[in-house]
T-cell receptor, first 121, second 114 residues
């Protein structure tokens, strides 16, 4: 079974600085998707960024970028120019690219335990 | 508007009193899932469904039931709630097609069992 590990329960960053959140995963599958979700105090789950495993190029979305190391099974999130609105819980997640129809692992989304990010003004 | 609708948003109940949390999506998604979120434990999957009449257990199914009689609805049933089921619950859905990987989440249901 796949697992996702976030080793940093809490992180803190100064406003306008850069912070990196760590995520590692374990899988025997060759094709999959990786995600970072943000959960602000409103509890809403917001997709921040996603990465297809078959793509070598790291995904970027404005101030958010990832460092995807497939061989090391590592998927870290870098937030540049941190803003007060970035304060939230961040969850790393894994999803197989193959549904059960194609012999895959049902397409389930597996989450890490989360990292609480604080942004200091 | 494409959305996943969960109800209620907040629920306080007593031990043993059966309850149902509803979840409905308007995107014709095949895949639906329930998660519970607890501090320090992240989101753990309770049950999921790949299509109508197809459901399977996630990581923490004990004490919960689900049904998928219609494609749009995926209710979560607690037959005899206990205090350890106090948690924040999320329903989510997506297309089951490879490549259509984005999950849509409901707004969450905060459940307290006294």
């Amino acid at each position: 079974a796949q697992t996702v590990t976030q080793s940093q329960p809490e992180m803190s960053v100064q406003e306008a600085e850069t912070v990196t959140l760590s995520c590692t995963y374990d899988t025997s599958e060759s094709d999959y998707y990786l995600f970072w979700y943000k959960q602000p105090p409103s509890r809403q789950m917001i997709l921040v960024i996603r990465q297809e495993a078959y793509k070598q190029q790291n995904a970027t979305e404005n101030r958010f970028s990832v460092n995807f190391q497939k061989a090391a099974k590592s998927f870290s999130l870098k937030i540049s120019d941190s803003q007060l609105g970035d304060a939230a819980m961040y969850f790393c997640a894994y999803r197989s690219a193959f549904s059960s129809l194609y012999g895959g692992s049902q397409g389930n989304l597996i989450f890490g335990k989360g990292t609480k990010l604080s942004v200091k003004p | 508007e494409a959305q996943v609708t969960q109800n209620p948003r907040y629920l306080i109940t007593v031990t043993g009193k059966k309850l149902t949390v509803t979840c409905s999506q308007n995107m014709n998604h095949e895949y639906m899932s329930w998660y519970r979120q607890d501090p320090g434990l992240g989101l753990r999957q309770i049950y999921y469904s790949m299509n109508v009449e197809v459901t399977d257990k996630g990581d923490v199914p004990e004490g919960y039931k689900v049904s998928r009689k219609e494609k749009r609805n995926f209710p979560l049933i607690l037959e005899s709630p206990s205090p350890n089921q106090t948690s924040l619950y999320f329903c989510a859905s997506s297309s089951a097609s490879p490549g259509a990987e984005k999950l849509f989440f409901g707004s969450g249901t905060q459940l307290s069992v006294l």
